[in-house]
């Protein structure tokens, strides 16, 4: 888990930077703000990174972030919804077609390489990645349609604090805190796709926490992609 400032994080282990050499280019691997943990932790611990490692442009299975109110120009908003999958829709993950089917495949390919360029022997690498691709499939057959994306209405589910814990068991103060300067102070939020939000929650208490780990490492990794070696770039699709 990667968790801010390490005060949510369980048992956790350092890897605050990696650097890899390939044909003569030399890659640093940053740690988010020079921390990233690895931990057993909770669905709870887990659940902190999400909002942690958005304020550090890490995507995770909760996309969360603070825009002008659509409903309200005067004021601005924080809004929490469906997010983290690598490929661009629920139907890369879901429709049986060649193209997909390859879309797929060439996920994997990315991923084992992710993992073998931050050191993993090629068959953690390949574990891992089939890991990851089986938890972002859950986290696509949750996710809302691209038509059913478009309605404003639905879409939009203003939600007090008193009511979080209602829609999803998540430790909501603690994740909004985790977002830094100005996450104390809110305490309404538009809740976009309430089920998602429950069914990703779900998936942080019933995944296996090794599942979780790979994932937000990739993340990270990916984050990166750009500045570590060419076979890593070349992968990335």
Known sequence: ??????????????????VVNENGERARLR??????????GSHQPFAVVVNFIAGEGVGGPIGTYVAQDPKNATRYLAS???????????DYYLQDT???????????????AAFKIAGAKPEAAAADAAAVVALETKIAT??????D????????NLTAEADWGK???LPWRAMFDAMGAGGSAIKEANLRQPEVIKAVADLLRSEPA??????????????????LPKSLRDARF
Do not use: K, M
Request: hydrophobic content about 40%; cysteine-free; charged content about 20%.
């Open 210 to 227: 090794a599942s979780w780990r790979a994932y937000f490492r990739f993340r990270v990794i990916n984050s990166q992609a750009d500045v």
């Open 80 to 90: 929490v919804g469906q997010s983290g999958l690598t490929l661009p829709d629920r």
């Open 31 to 40: 740690g988010l703000s020079g921390r990233a943990w690895v931990s057993h």
């Open 149 to 156: 994306l478009r309605d404003p209405n639905r879409n939009y």
């Open 142 to 147: 949750a996710h809302r349609t691209r038509v």
């Open 98 to 112: 060649e193209a997909y089917r390859n879309a797929r495949a060439a996920l994997v390919t990315y991923l084992a």
């Open 167 to 169: 829609a999803a068991d």
């Open 1 to 18: 888990v990667v968790a801010a400032r390490g005060e949510h994080a369980d048992n956790a282990g350092q890897y605050a930077g990696l």
